[in-house]
């Protein structure tokens, strides 16, 4: 693997429960020398410690509050606060609107407020929100997910390499325009309906976009993996794969032309 690179690790895929082998949605995203956790759901803190540990991570981002989303956030609080991390600063945390709140709301225990803040410098999230990250530049904008305020993310490095990741959303204008020409794009596959995408609206969001790479996680329980590449590639006509927990997907260099890209991956186990 490129040192180099700007790479995604698969921590997580699984929906709406983890499973056997694969947590809930959980990345770990590496580049200009930042290290990003990419939402915490259900069982990917245990995963992202086989990369890195909780007290080397330069920021947490997350897309949504849903708990196959967030919900390690809470046994993280308790990591950073009481166990063995020395914490210099609240570690960096971006997260949709109120997200605090809802993480004091499960954390406290008696009429005083939990004190997150000890733990996470909280910066809520907007539509068109920026953020620098070590060398990462990290845009967030409003996705469609039946109302629930949630954000998809796309971090670019300082060679202008890029990943786009949906969180969980609908097709939207402001999805595909996020994605357009990144070099990989993970988009969800949790079956079409109201706020998700299924497999063949994933290949369509991303031909529409111009992407290098499609790579579908979060795929639903009603289809197998390999039935929603089958689906997604019908409708993209570059290379599609799916999250599966442990890959590692890299961009080594910037596209020159839209839509092309040299993604390396990789698997780390």
Not at 87 to 116: C, E, H, K, M, Q
Not at 169 to 198: I, K, V, Y
Not at 206 to 219: E, F, I
Request: aromatic fraction near 6%; glycine fraction near 14%.
């Amino acid at each position: 693997m490129d040192s180099d690179a700007l790479r995604i690790t698969v921590l997580g895929s699984a929906t709406p429960y983890p499973r056997a082998g694969n947590a809930c949605s959980g990345y770990l995203i590496e580049g200009g020398g930042a290290r990003v956790w990419v939402d915490a759901g259900s069982g990917s803190l245990g995963e992202l410690q086989r990369y890195t540990g909780l007290g080397e991570l330069d920021a947490v981002w997350i897309s949504h509050l849903h708990a196959d989303h967030c919900a390690d956030l809470l046994t993280a609080f308790y990591g950073l606060l009481y166990a063995d991390i020395r914490l210099d600063a609240p570690l960096p945390l971006y997260g949709p609107p109120g997200i605090a709140d809802r993480l004091a709301g499960f954390l406290t225990n008696g009429p005083l407020r939990s004190p997150v803040e000890k733990a996470f410098a909280v910066q809520e999230l907007h539509d068109g929100h920026e953020a620098r990250v070590g060398g990462l530049r990290l845009l967030g904008r409003a996705v469609e997910h039946g109302g629930m305020p949630a954000f998809a993310l796309r971090a670019e490095d300082g060679e202008g390499r890029r990943i786009a990741y949906s969180g969980d959303s609908e097709p939207c204008a402001a999805l595909t325009e996020l994605a357009r020409g990144c070099e990989l794009f993970l988009c969800e596959a949790d079956g079409e309906g109201p706020g998700h995408h299924s497999a063949e609206q994933a290949g369509r969001t991303a031909a529409d976009a111009g992407v290098g790479h499609l790579v579908v996680t979060h795929v639903g329980p009603g289809i197998e993996p390999e039935a929603a590449v089958d689906r997604a590639a019908r409708w993209f006509g570059g290379d599609v794969e799916y999250a599966a927990p442990g890959r590692v997907f890299a961009v080594t260099r910037r596209s020159r032309t839209p839509g092309r890209t040299t993604p390396s991956p990789a698997s780390s186990r």
